[in-house]
């Protein structure tokens, strides 16, 4: 699938450019907001990836415009902006997911994936977990418990979403870490824990069940 990446840094857009183009992807890298604005009006690309932060044109202006002119591409946003007031002005302006930095390349390519299944008329099913009382809307990345959205980051998104696509199984710290931050992370996998954590005081301690020897789970 053709992919435009709109980045400004290219220490972050290098190697993740590499990594998509290793995914399958046909990638085309504009490294300002009027070039990237550009490329996405005159070329037909499914997926655009906008970084927020960019020279000339900011990415929700690329956003805004976009949409003003008809443009349906599927927009993830990816950016050190990770502020709720960010996030939801992004979603407002059309954006389909957004991705917070530092962000692990599994996670980037799970998100994309979502974002393909739409393009292509397929709908991302509800994940739900916890008997019940917790769901995932694996396009827009949100989580929600007893039926009210609560605010996550990008990283715990996908780690309730490594647990919560396959319940009642138990994965180990390194499965995990491996899953969620990728192979490359070069961190002590007691990060797992910490992050873990963060959910449950943010969902409910029953969100996620651990067991020593064995990991962490979430019930069906």
């Given amino acids: 699938m053709r992919l435009l990446l709109v980045e400004d840094d290219p220490r972050i857009a290098g190697p993740t450019v590499e990594a998509l183009r290793e ?9 300002t907001g009027p070039k990237g604005l550009e490329a996405a009006l005159l070329s037909d690309f499914p997926l655009v990836v906008l970084d927020v932060m960019l020279p000339g044109i900011d990415g929700f202006e690329i956003a805004r415009e976009l949409r003003g002119n008809g443009i ?15 996030r939801v002005q992004g979603l407002d302006l059309g954006g389909d ?24 008329g397929q709908t991302a099913p509800q994940v739900t977990f916890g008997a019940g009382r917790g769901a995932l809307d694996t396009v827009a990345r949100t989580v929600a418990w007893d039926g009210a959205e609560v605010a996550v980051t990008g990283r715990e998104y996908s780690l309730l979403e490594a647990l919560a696509l396959t319940p009642e199984r138990w994965f180990t710290r390194e499965e995990l870490l491996d899953r969620v931050w990728g192979p490359e992370f070069g961190g002590e996998a007691r990060i797992v824990d910490v992050y873990v954590r963060y959910v449950r005081r943010k969902l409910a301690p029953e969100a996620i069940t651990s067991e020593r020897g064995r990991g962490y789970r979430v019930e069906r």
């Fill in 72 to 86: 349906e591409s599927a927009i993830l946003f990816l950016t050190a902006r990770g502020d709720l007031g960010d």
């Fill in 23 to 31: 995914a399958g992807y046909a990638v085309t890298w504009a490294q």
């Fill in 97 to 120: 997911a957004y991705l917070v930095k530092p962000f692990a390349v599994p996670e980037l390519l799970a998100t994309l994936r979502a974002l393909s299944r739409r393009e292509r």
